[in-house]
């Protein structure tokens, strides 16, 4: 074995020890004199250039073979960085293919890798390619390694790995014929290996070298031990299945990245076994059921590879062949009983769903659930309303180790862009659009275990198919109600309505009793809703006791989580002192409509902050920031001189508000143009501000700014309103009119050892009630409960022998044919048709030992049948441009739109017959319960007869056996006497 460098000006015979890196020798040319001689150190990734061999005394000795070090190439610039992955090409005469990879190889970024290319052959055309592409640069530090008698996959990748960097922590082992998607390819596998904290391998999607069909996105290992690439021949290379990170039970060697401590651990890949093929699925077997860890699937890096490249397809086929017989033999065991069993004879439907469960290790651990999590909308932290909790939520349950599908159905344009979709998919969750989602959910019936519905408006949009769902296969249902959204409408109306209030978003113009029938429609649809679900979620102690108090009586599965903060005094106390801030802060999102956030703000300044200026010497400033800060707040600022000289917007779009002023009063009112939601502008307003305010008068849930502001250490001047919804112990001063709002703003900006005192109570509220570990440990609860709630409806009881009511409505339910002919008449029921016929044909009838059917079947929302008076009014006042197309001639009414449109985007159609029809079917709920009651304590009171009756008949016989013993007792007693 040989051993060149790519300089042929200098060479040095030397032997390299498994943990030492040797001193070498190094000419560095100058641009001049080309003769500055210096001595560096591999270990120290120093600049070097090296020609060395080994001599043929030493041939013999594989080891020393090994560790002779050609050479390796340094950018100067790149001394003082540390290398942590080392990248292991091995090439035998594939220079063409080479020549491909280098271009995508050698501009990756960050550039904190080296390349080790362990030349398997050396070949002429492979030094050709190698001094054109590697040798030339001096951006990658690399080494370069001669094998020239070929010793194999296995071998060659080992040699490779003794001559890594000490600092290197993670191997990358790529094949010489795939080339790479993109800059940050190595990038997003080091990432992925480092957010994992059980995973010890990361592999990459593979596409065919075309880049138009899937290789594998993960790959399988069935109980049997044979293997199959996941996706294997599949065009939708982008299909939610295959974009997101997932354990996997092992991934291609052509790209595999490896924990360095596992990989010399295990001692490297098992040449002996292993020579050419199964030695990376040797190896990732042994992380998974060795050492208990992960290899993970990392759909972001992306690889083109021209497959089987390395011998040619028969002999590749052979060598497969032959590896599969040694790796059954090392690993049968250990896939008994762990892994599925092949699908292959099974229908291509069932099959298809049983690749996707062996795909992913989460959804086939029994411990674990397979949870479909449904929202409105993309879980955007920045968007605020909510969908921070619901990021947060995700989170958590990928956490726990159990496998999510998140399925949105409105559309995601505008709302969240693909760096957007890659947070929420880094998490381990699949993502589904809307385009996409009654498919999917139908193409897995039988698959989830737990559906997870969030917001009302979600819920009443789409529980027609989680009936229908429900029908074909049993799940445990929960609703995280996010908000009690009806008490938004509803306590507005309230306060306007009690207090007089003027907000600008309340309607005025449509009829009060029409607005009456809209909020008790509300409150009946959500109360539904909450009836409907196996287990509700809060997002407050406060919200949850008004939820109890509306509820009918009965027994609720209600658990309470709200908003994740991760408070620390210690940042709080260096983050700005008492006499350094000032101010009030009010920070909120508008998308420049003024209910809700508009209506509190506007009304602290028309009426609270007016009267706290006019009658204080020296009034703290006030900010307003938010995205889309509607215009009416900015005119009621203009309006006033006093206020324009202390109040602040800072918003992110407010481009509009310039058209709307004249030039005097843009120079005398401060506007600040600012991305919001980029961490620095968030902190600089939460670290120079004295205090924040929650005005809210009327609205739901919690809000997330608050919680933000208590775990940032900034005390609260809050309503009476806003410390109900949070419920007891939230810390804050509470203001109940322009007055006592006037007196907590003074003492809070005055009075250092009441500031301090409240910002210490806030961040241990928030320790207390905001903790990720604390919400994690009731998402445990919630899901392991409603798992195994859901594993004993899903089991049938066995040979029922009389129908039942669930039984009847998930059996005719699935079979529509059998409804028909139940209802013409051909069979009593559903379960005549199932003893008489469906057991033979392999059906089932289900019953569960409470004999009642899941309350997802039991209740329904009203929904409108036809157009009505009101409806039409409240619609065409909510959408005026629907309005516009109706006189156009596009639909026929409001009714027409909603029937067409609405209801799947999540709007409302009131009539008054549906709460009378809502009503009617609570009314025949309740006879049903008053005569099933009837009946128990008819059987109860004729159990109780029989009983009395056995008890005085026993009695009788007592009373008469009594009297036999006595009589008895005298006959004995005279015959003795006798």
């Not at 709307?660 to 005398?668: E, I, R």
């Amino acid at each position: 074995m040989q051993l060149h460098n790519s300089s042929p000006r200098h060479r040095r015979h030397g032997l390299l020890e498994k943990d030492a890196l040797p001193t070498v020798e190094h000419y560095e040319e100058d641009e001049d004199t080309r003769s500055k001689y210096s001595k560096k150190s591999i270990a120290t990734g120093a600049s070097q250039e090296v020609k060395g061999g080994c001599s043929s005394v030493l041939v013999g000795c594989i080891v020393a073979a090994i560790l002779c070090i050609i050479a390796s190439g340094y950018y100067r610039g790149f001394r003082s960085r540390k290398i942590e992955v080392s990248i292991i090409l091995l090439t035998h005469n594939k220079h063409k293919k080479l020549a491909d990879l280098f271009p995508s190889l050698l501009f990756q970024r960050p550039s904190n890798f080296e390349i080790i290319l362990v030349d398997n052959g050396c070949f002429d055309e492979t030094q050709s390619v190698l001094k054109e592409f590697l040798f030339s640069q001096n951006v990658v530090p690399y080494k370069y390694l001669q094998l020239c008698h070929n010793p194999g996959y296995a071998a060659g990748n080992n040699a490779g790995v003794k001559l890594a960097s000490p600092t290197s922590t993670r191997l990358l082992f790529l094949n010489d014929d795939i080339v790479m998607s993109g800059p940050n390819f190595i990038q997003h596998l080091k990432e992925l290996s480092e957010a994992k904290k059980n995973s010890s391998a990361v592999g990459c999607k593979l596409l065919n070298a075309r880049g138009d069909e899937l290789i594998e996105a993960g790959s399988i290992v069935w109980e049997d031990a044979s293997a199959a690439g996941y996706g294997r021949g599949r065009r939708d290379i982008v299909a939610p299945e295959f974009s997101f990170p997932r354990p996997v039970d092992y991934v291609s060697g052509a790209c595999l990245l490896v924990n360095r401590p596992v990989f010399e651990d295990y001692g490297g890949f098992d040449g002996e076994s292993f020579p050419n093929y199964y030695e990376d699925t040797d190896l990732q077997l042994h992380i998974q059921h060795d050492l208990k860890r992960e290899v993970w699937f990392q759909p972001k890096s992306v690889a083109f590879h021209d497959e089987h490249g390395s011998f040619g397809n028969e002999e590749s086929m052979k060598m497969m062949q032959d590896g599969a017989t040694r790796f059954v033999k090392k690993w049968g065991h250990a896939l008994e009983g762990h892994h599925i069993k092949p699908p292959f004879q099974l229908e291509p439907k069932e099959q298809a769903k049983e690749f996707f469960r062996a795909a992913d290790l989460r959804a086939r651990d029994t411990n674990k659930a397979n949870i479909l999590y449904i929202d409105d909308k993309s879980p955007n932290k920045s968007m605020g309303s909510g969908y921070g909790r619901s990021f947060d939520n995700l989170s958590m349950m990928a956490e726990l180790g159990h496998r999510v599908t998140l399925i949105t159905w409105l559309p995601r344009d505008g709302w969240c862009d693909d760096e957007c979709v890659d947070e929420i998919t880094a998490l381990g969750v699949e993502y589904v659009d809307r385009g996409k989602w009654d498919g999917v959910v139908q193409s897995r019936i039988g698959y989830y275990d737990i559906v997870i519905v969030s917001r009302p408006s979600t819920f009443q949009a789409t529980y027609k198919e989680w009936q229908d769902f429900y029908k074909q296969s049993s799940f445990s249902l929960v609703y995280d109600a996010e908000a009690l959204w009806f008490r938004r409408t509803e306590s507005q109306h309230n306060v306007v309505s009690k207090k007089g209030i003027p907000f600008p978003s309340y309607d005025t113009e449509t009829k009060p009793e029409v607005i009456e029938l809209k909020l008790k429609y509300d409150q009946l649809a959500e109360l539904s809703v909450v009836q409907m679900a196996d287990t509700v979620v809060t997002v407050s102690e406060g919200e949850k006791k008004y939820l109890m108090d509306l509820l009918p009586s009965g027994k609720y599965d209600i658990e309470v989580i709200g908003h994740i903060m991760n408070p620390s005094m210690r940042n709080v106390e260096e983050k700005g002192k008492f006499k350094k801030r000032k101010g009030i802060l009010f920070l909120a999102s508008f998308s420049n409509e003024m209910f809700y956030n508009g209506d509190a703000i506007w009304h602290f300044l028309k009426y609270t902050y007016k009267y706290y200026v006019e009658t204080s010497k020296k009034p703290a400033p006030l900010t307003i920031a938010g995205r889309g800060i509607p215009s009416e707040l900015r005119d009621v600022v203009k309006g006033n001189k006093k206020l324009r000289k202390l109040v602040t917007f800072i918003g992110k779009s407010i481009t509009s508000i310039f058209s709307q002023l004249d030039m005097k009063f843009m120079l005398m009112i401060r506007i600040v143009r600012a991305p919001l939601e980029s961490p620095p502008t968030l902190d600089k307003l939460f670290e120079n501000t004295k205090m924040f305010i929650a005005p809210h008068l009327y609205g739901a849930g919690i809000q997330y700014k608050v919680s933000e502001a208590l775990a940032r250490g900034l005390p609260v001047v809050m309503s009476e309103f806003t410390k109900d919804n949070f419920g007891d112990g939230v810390p804050g001063c509470v203001g109940s009119d322009s007055e006592s709002f006037r007196k907590c703003i003074i003492d809070l900006d005055g009075n250092r050892t009441k500031w301090e005192s409240l910002r210490n109570e806030g961040i241990s509220y928030i320790e207390r009630t905001h903790s990720r570990q604390k919400a994690m440990e009731r998402w445990s609860r919630i899901i392991d409960s409603n798992l195994q709630a859901k594993k004993r409806l899903g089991q049938p009881i066995l040979d029922p022998t009389q129908k039942c009511d669930e039984g009847e409505e998930i059996y005719l339910g699935a079979q529509r044919d059998i409804k028909r002919a139940v209802e013409k008449g051909v069979f009593d029921s559903g379960f005549q048709h199932w003893t008489s016929h469906g057991k033979k044909e392999g059906k089932t009838y289900y019953c569960n030992s409470e004999g009642k059917s899941h309350n997802l079947l039991r209740h329904t929302i009203p929904v409108p049948t036809r157009k009505c008076d009101e409806g039409e009014e409240i619609y065409l006042n909510a959408y005026e441009d629907i309005g516009i197309a109706i006189k156009g001639g596009y639909f026929e009414s409001a009714f027409h739109h909603w029937d067409l449109h609405g209801k799947r985007e999540g709007r409302s159609y009131y009539c008054n017959y549906m709460i009378q029809a809502a009503a009617d079917v609570d009314a025949k709920r309740a006879e049903e319960q008053a005569a099933v009651k009837a009946a128990a304590s008819a059987v109860e009171a004729n159990a109780k007869d029989v009983e009395e009756k056995q008890d005085t008949n026993a009695s009788a016989k007592n009373t008469e056996e009594a009297k036999a013993a006595e009589e008895n007792a005298a006959a004995e007693k005279v015959v003795t006497e006798t």
